[in-house]
């Protein structure tokens, strides 16, 4: 697998989320759902039927929502 793209599970981990692989599924899937005007809207592509994530899309979303903390 390419080391720039996450599935739900890497991400999962690099978020340090615990749960079924539902319930973080459902999550994530409430991000992406989001408007993609909103800072927490999480970009996201399909291949097949499942989300992956792209690396440089996940640094962007943390710096994002890194900011809006402070």
Known sequence: MNQ???DITQLAERCKLSGT????????QRLRALP??????????????QARYRLADILEYEDRNAKRSR
């Open 4 to 6: 720039d793209i996450l």
């Open 36 to 49: 993609k005007s909103s800072m927490r809207h999480l970009k996201a592509f399909k291949i097949g039927n």
């Open 21 to 28: 692989h539902d319930a973080i599924a459902k999550r994530f």
